[in-house]
């Protein structure tokens, strides 16, 4: 069964701080992999798309990593502010004609000022 | 930009009434999808459809209905609303190269009572 785990579940820092959040997937055969930003009370939003042969993406303060090998992809927020206090759902898709994305339950993050 | 819209942002119906739920999307996307959304568990499908009158049952179809008869327009119906209906629901599109990313809607906080 395809599955995406994120961790942590939440996290809390302060502003300005780095941190990363880590997403583990068993989809198969994989086709690529998306991180959404998600405010309270809104809907998801789009930060990154990769495919297998891609490593890295940046999206301003945003960095994603993609290890296609181990399954893992992580996303590093650099130097933290208030907005980007939020949900970040990691999503998985497999080829081969699916419709259907997997998606993990995401990690809330809270930046403190 | 795609576009997608949901037609409230905020719905409060009593246990029994029949609720409609309305998406639409601006950019001729073959694929539209209803998601419900609750703390802890991130996103769960209910319904998708690949074309104008298909669809297609996701993981959580009971309790629910959706119609598509236009292709900018998918429909979720609550045929009797329940408490445990009580959730976020949203709506996203994709074009029908289908590993694109999904759209989202705003979302629509629906409550129960």
């Known amino acids: 069964k395809n599955q995406v785990e994120q961790s942590p579940q939440s996290l809390i820092i302060l502003e300005g701080k780095n941190c990363t959040l880590q997403?583990?997937?068993?989809?198969?055969?994989?086709?690529?992999l998306r991180w959404y930003k998600q405010d309270t009370g809104r809907g998801p939003v789009s930060l990154t798309i990769?495919?297998?042969?891609?490593n890295t993406k940046s999206n301003g303060r945003y960095t994603a990593t993609l290890d296609a090998d181990t399954k893992q992809s992580s996303l590093h927020i650099t130097a933290s502010q208030l907005s980007d206090s939020a949900s970040y759902i990691c999503?998985?898709?497999?080829?081969?004609?699916?419709?259907?994305?997997?998606f993990g339950r995401g990690t809330s993050l809270i930046v403190h000022p | 930009d795609v576009k997608v819209t949901q037609s409230s942002r905020y719905l409060v119906k009593r246990t029994g009434e029949k609720v409609f739920l309305e998406c639409v999307q601006d950019?001729?996307?073959?694929?539209m999808f209803w998601y419900r959304q609750d703390p802890g568990l991130g996103l769960r499908l209910i319904y998708f459809?690949?074309?104008?009158?298909?669809?297609e049952k996701g993981d959580i179809p009971e309790g629910y209905s959706v119609s598509r008869e236009k292709k900018e327009r998918f429909s979720l119906i609550l045929e009797s609303a329940s408490t445990n209906q009580t959730s976020m629901y949203l709506c996203?599109?994709?074009?029908?190269?289908?590993?694109?990313?999904?759209?989202f809607g705003p979302g629509t906080r629906l409550t129960v009572t």
């Open positions: 997403c583990n997937y068993t989809v198969s055969p994989f086709s690529n």
């Open positions: 950019m001729d996307h073959e694929n």
């Open positions: 999503v998985v898709s497999a080829s081969g004609g699916s419709y259907i994305p997997t």
């Open positions: 990769m495919t297998f042969s891609e």
């Open positions: 996203a599109s994709t074009p029908m190269a289908l590993q694109y990313e999904q759209y």
């Open positions: 459809s690949y074309d104008v009158k298909m669809k």
